[in-house]
């Protein structure tokens, strides 16, 4: 039979929240309708919905939240409902080459759609040309238009040479062609006989005495003028030549303009885009001038020197498209999520390539788009952190917003290719940019950047918790409903929603909070349907449930497990039997990341006379943390108001948290300390299978801690391991009995009479609780009862102050007097 309850013991029913499942009108999630809202982040989603909603200047949003609140997935799906009720799609964007100066590649906008139109019309225009314009300069029109140029020309030609043929002859001479190497050259020689005669051969006539030597050296002066002759007739020849030729490339030119023209004007006619206008008449005029692109020959390495000096690449590349932006699919704003931001993927590049001579180039089809570009006219979204750790990432985000202009560069910090010479037309932005972040480096950043509360005006701050009401527990059902249809997964009983429920509840920490950690819970979701599956059932209910929990929890416990053997083993003395002075069990909570566990430590307190007060003896040794420093300080006050209000606080007393050699942290163990140290002073023993945790201030009074639940369960477990005797139990702040959320086995072992659950207010109430005696309460005489705890402490201290006072009143009497004999003596 169960023993009668103290006063101060935790009713089972407030141990627990339990949500009964006859409560829930629905008999399995199929006769439920999915939810379709975002539930419980009704602050953050108005202040995302304002930052979304006003298009002003700086008015860029920061996410913040704890990881695992579902942050990045409530953005995601809030950023794609609004851009679905938008429907606004933005340009497309696209560079081509400026023929004026190529390092300067033009930026052109059109509609969504009309980027790949318009990059297929210049791709089929391009293409009309080259198969055209050789045959236009192949067109009997064209040559008969050459040949009438080449007819004038030769005719003029033969004017010259006609007339000089006659005075040639005239004189003596006959004209002929004379060969050198590849080139014929008109010259005149001398007629002797009837026949042209070089004048080297007359030469050699003459030095045999076969020709006279005066009639020799006429004819040689004669040749002179001749030539001169010839030699101007060349150049004028030459310049009717150049002038014929340039005749021709102008008749080539206009009719290549015209042609291309009227190929070129229903493009005009189709874009009606001033800078389409301005770029395809460019675009003519450079083809124009460099006609020779559209002859084969041209398209041919030179012979023997195919690798240096034949063209570089396609003669047509530069009048190509680079259509940087194509939002030909999208219905409404871009959502872009960038999972990997990186310098090149968030502002893009210019791509560079080695040319066949070993050369860096690279050219307006080079440049290429990043995440920021894609996303202008809607939406980006990338993580804080991942952003700022990659190289000049945060400062170019900052330089975009700040401008809103986005010029694209190679990020290059060690200067290693220089050689790019592009600078593109920037880009006006218009992108709302979406940083997720947690709390810290929220305000870590707004501390220290004084860019960012310029740039990023609206907080959008994310809860972890929603309040747990009728509502959002049908809420809480529907997104269970909505989950299992997207994942493919069996339907979830009601009492399957009602575990998950509960569990979301212990998640949240509170009894009155249901926790949103929706990553954590969808896992849950997943895991519970592989068990159902396991099983070969077709629903999933309760015990799927307590399965996937219990699995996590195998999965990451080994750590609680080799440290419950320790305590079973008595390798970490701890214990949960009898009494014993100065010594408590304290309650510690180990968070290992993924799975946190409570476990008893040992903590004694030695007090003796002496004026070091309280020895933090972690401190010491360098292993208490601050908040641990802090929680011992007001130890120290709490006593002083306490017990030494009519006496000097005269002891010397030390605290330790035995076998403890990781370092301590938190005041959750500073009621424990108190009691370990009024066990010491008025040496009643402390039950020890009455395991403690809660902070105290100046004034005695037992404030709540975290962990509550894990520290308990961690007590339990060392007891039902050691054995349950139905006197153990643990003792906590009354202000946590909210908090609890107990594993169903510590509830039942609790139900039956065989674990125990206390709460108390201040320390007078534990300390009753852990002696068995009453603390007792000053009277009217300023003096506590009679074998009181109280009354006990304050009676060692008085000792310890008057022994102490008596033995330092002793020592000055025994030095006076040997200070006095030693004066006699030298007299």
Known sequence: MPKKKLNNEVPVEKLRWRLNPATLKFKTTDDL?????????????????????????????????????????????????????????????????????????????????????????????????????????????????????????????KGFFKDLDKKVREDGFALVDIQMGQIKRPEVLPLVDGNPTSMEQLEEMVEKGRFPKDEFAGLKEKQAKLREQIDNILLELRDLQKEIQQHAEEMDRLMFIKMATDLVDPLKAKYKNEKIDSYLDDMVEEMGENLQIFTSQSQQA?????????????????????????????????????????YRNLFGSIERVVDR???????????????????????????????????????????????????IQTYDPFYLFT???????????????????????????MAYDEDAPKIFKVRADFDDAMDKNEESILQFAGFVKREAEEEGLKPFDRTAVAGLVEQAIRMAGRQEKISISFPIIKDLLREADYWAGRDRKNIITDKHIDQAIDSRINRSNMVEEHIQEMINRGTLMIDVEGEAVGQVNGLAVYSLGDHMFGKPSRITASTSMGRAGIINIEREADLSGNTHNKGVLILSGYLRKKYAQDKPLTMSASIAFEQSYGGVDGDSASSTEIYALLSSLSGVPIKQYIAVTGSVNQNGEVQAIGGVNQKIEGFYDCCIKIGLTGKQGVMIPESNIKDLMLRKDVVEAVKKGQFHIYSIKNVDQGIEILTGKRAGELNKDGAYPKDSINALVNGKLKSLAEGLKKFGGENRKNEGEKGGRKTKVKK
């Open 419 to 445: 050689t790019t010479g592009l600078k593109p037309e920037p880009i006006d932005m218009d992108a709302k940019v979406v940083v997720v972040a947690n709390p810290r480096l929220y305000h870590l950043i």
């Open 302 to 342: 030179i012979a023997g020197l195919p690798f240096i000096m034949g063209p570089q690449g396609d003669s047509f590349q530069p009048y190509q498209v680079n259509q940087l932006v194509d939002n030909e699919e999208l219905k409404g704003p871009p959502v872009i999520i960038e999972s990997y931001p990186t």
């Open 357 to 407: 001579s070993g050369f860096w180039r690279t050219d307006f089809s080079k440049i290429r788009a990043g995440s920021l570009v894609r996303a202008n006219g809607g939406y980006l979204v990338l993580n804080l952190l991942d952003a700022a750790m990659e190289p000049g990432v945060w400062p170019a985000l900052k330089r975009a917003l700040k401008t809103e202009k986005m010029e």
């Open 33 to 157: 309708k999915p939810l379709k809202e975002i539930i419980g982040q009704k602050r953050g989603i108005d202040a995302f919905r304002f930052g979304t909603g006003i298009h002003k200047n700086g008015y860029n949003i920061f996410v913040t939240g704890i990881s695992g609140s579902g942050r990045m997935s409530t953005v995601g799906r809030l950023l794609k409902e609004m851009s679905r009720e938008n429907g606004q799609v933005p340009d497309d964007l696209c560079y081509v080459n400026n023929f004026k100066n190529i390092e300067a590649p033009i930026l052109i906008k059109l509609k969504a759609g009309m980027g790949k139109s318009f990059k297929k019309d210049i791709h089929v225009l391009v293409e009309a040309l080259k198969k055209e314009v050789p045959q236009l300069f192949e067109s009997q029109e064209y040559l008969a238009k050459k040949k009438g140029i080449m007819e004038e020309y030769e005719k003029k030609g």
